[in-house]
């Protein structure tokens, strides 16, 4: 599947959003407060946002639900998805034009100039997401099969065969878990 760069960015941002709170109860909140907020934009190195505050933080908590809710619901049909990114695209008030900034070529930016942060990562996330359902690849959107992970990511594999958020993390652990209990149940 080809992916440009703007796309990719958008997709990485909202992986990275979502997995700010994994599932599940004694997970830790990423996004506790306005400073994990600006860590969150200055890793994904999102352009164009002012000073951030308490609104910007539970506007972004409240976008992170919706995305959170399209992972969840991406295996449950298409017609679902696509009613949840419609839903946060036009309440994002999504204005696609064109720019080039910050040493990158022409690409497309959806936010409207001066947008906040939670609806430039709505517009620009959201019309990423699009894309994949467009293209018949909602499916991509999964959860790490690691049961003490759960973590979010796009699979973006040839043959769509990823399984795990990180293969050097929870693959490998997984892996190093069952060979050792093979090995244990050949010698006991």
């Not at 700010?20 to 890793?43: K, N």
């Not at 696609?96 to 620009?124: C, E, K």
Request: proline share 3%.
């Amino acid at each position: 599947m080809l992916i440009n760069h703007d796309t990719q960015c958008a997709l990485d941002a909202v992986v990275d959003l979502v997995n700010t709170a994994p599932p599940g109860e004694e997970s830790e909140d990423r996004l506790a407060d306005v400073a994990a907020l600006r860590q969150f934009v200055e890793r994904n190195a999102i352009s164009d946002i002012g000073t951030l505050g308490e609104r910007d933080l539970t506007a972004v908590r409240s976008v992170r639900a919706r995305f959170t809710e399209v992972f969840t619901t991406a295996g449950n049909g298409t017609r679902h998805t696509a009613e949840l990114l419609n839903a946060m695209i036009a309440a994002a008030g999504t204005t696609p034009r064109l720019t080039d900034h910050d040493g990158y070529d022409w690409h497309v930016h959806y936010f409207a100039p001066g947008a906040s942060l939670a609806d430039h990562l709505a517009a620009d996330g959201g019309m990423a997401l699009a894309f994949l359902v467009v293209a018949g690849e909602h499916e991509r959107l999964r959860r790490c099969e690691a049961p003490d992970c759960r973590f979010a990511f796009v699979d973006l594999s040839r043959n769509r065969s990823r399984r795990y958020c990180d293969s050097r993390t929870c693959g490998n652990r997984l892996h190093v878990a069952a060979y050792r209990a093979r090995r244990k149940e050949a010698a006991g």
